[in-house]
């Protein structure tokens, strides 16, 4: 391994870090800025044992998007729960599903999970053997009316994606 990738091991989220600090303090006042690079590069530093390998971003383009469309997503869903929890108690309909996975890395399932659980209204519970020799996600919905319809949602909306973004 490098001394700069000894150092500087995920320079991609270095950078993604630093950025993020910037824009939730809203300032680039000079401390926030040395601040904020430490922890931009200590955070990978002290973490890259959890990072097998550099991630496969093949499309920086479709990166952004997903994040659009996960920000759009949460946006939507936030008014959805408002209404229904502030709406009669019949409305709420809670189920559990599986969806079952095409993704096959690790990072990318955990990215698939932690993506359907910030969306609010609905919470990945457990990833579990899917008896075909693969693996499905178990998430809870607040309000599902068909869990094949909302199994396919989050497979045509998420997975497809992520696949095309980490390659796997």
């Not at 500087?8 to 630093?18: A, D, K, N």
């Not at 993704?103 to 990833?127: E, M």
């Not at 009316?145 to 989050?154: K, N, P, R, V």
Request: hydrophobic content about 50%; overall charge positive; some cysteine.
């Amino acid at each position: 391994m490098s001394r700069v990738r000894t150092w500087l091991p995920h320079p991609g989220l270095s950078v993604l870090l630093l950025v993020a600090w910037l824009w939730l303090n809203d300032t680039v006042a000079p401390g926030h800025v040395l601040l904020g690079s430490v922890l931009a590069l200590l955070i990978p530093w002290f973490t890259r044992r959890f990072w097998p390998e550099v991630l496969p971003f093949a499309r920086p383009v479709r990166v952004l998007e997903f994040v659009v469309l996960v920000l759009y997503d949460v946006v939507v869903a936030n008014l959805q729960v408002a209404a229904l929890i502030l709406g009669p108690a019949s409305r709420v309909r809670p189920a559990f599903f599986r969806v079952p996975l095409d993704l096959q890395t690790d990072f990318a399932i955990a990215v698939l999970a932690s993506t359907v659980t910030l969306t609010p209204g609905t919470v990945s519970v457990d990833i579990e053997p899917d008896g075909r020799g693969g693996r499905a996600l178990v998430v809870h919905a607040l309000r599902c009316l068909d869990t094949e319809e909302a199994a396919a949602g989050i497979k045509h909306r998420y997975e497809r994606r992520l696949k095309e973004i980490l390659e796997c």
